[in-house]
């Protein structure tokens, strides 16, 4: 890799091919675009500065999402620590879409959809997006990177750090807590 002998154009390019998918994990984490956008360039200092201690036995982007979830992970202790008050949630899903006031982010399944339709999907993800942020972090975080992302259970163990298994049962209990909330109240 060109970046370890210190050219920084290569490290630019990874910047560049990386930096939105970064960006969206870590905003659908945290749901707060300004935050996001200072954990993702904090994501590619660090990554930058730590470009020796990449040993290349994973993905670039397999590191660069590891270095994300921590940087999330450590902003959410500060928080913590300092007793903000709200909690910190995904963004909505999938990205794009019309956005309301609030920054979420909705996205009819048909184009031509109604009003009513819109509506009533736009309720949905609103709902959807209330339950996805009182998961646990660990749930949010696999869940993020599995379904948002669409890394391999391998690429998530290796992102957080623990075994595979260890990935699947968060999934599963994540996808189960999540189903049982929303019993009944999504379309």
Known sequence: MRCLAGDRDAFGEIVLRWQDRIYGA????????????????????????????????????????????????????????????????????GGGGEGDADGARYEPADGAASAAQRAATKEDCALLLDELQRLDAEHREVLVLREFQGLSYDEIAAALDVPVGTVRSRLHRARGELRERLRGRVL
């Open 26 to 93: 870590v905003l659908r984490m945290v749901r707060d675009t300004e935050l996001a956008r200072d954990l993702a360039q904090e994501t590619f200092l660090r990554a930058f500065a730590k470009l020796s201690s990449f040993r290349g036995n994973a993905a670039v982007g397999t590191w660069l999402y590891s270095i994300a979830v921590n940087q999330v992970r450590s902003e959410m202790r500060r928080r913590a620590a300092q007793k903000y008050g709200s909690p910190l949630s995904l963004e909505a899903l």
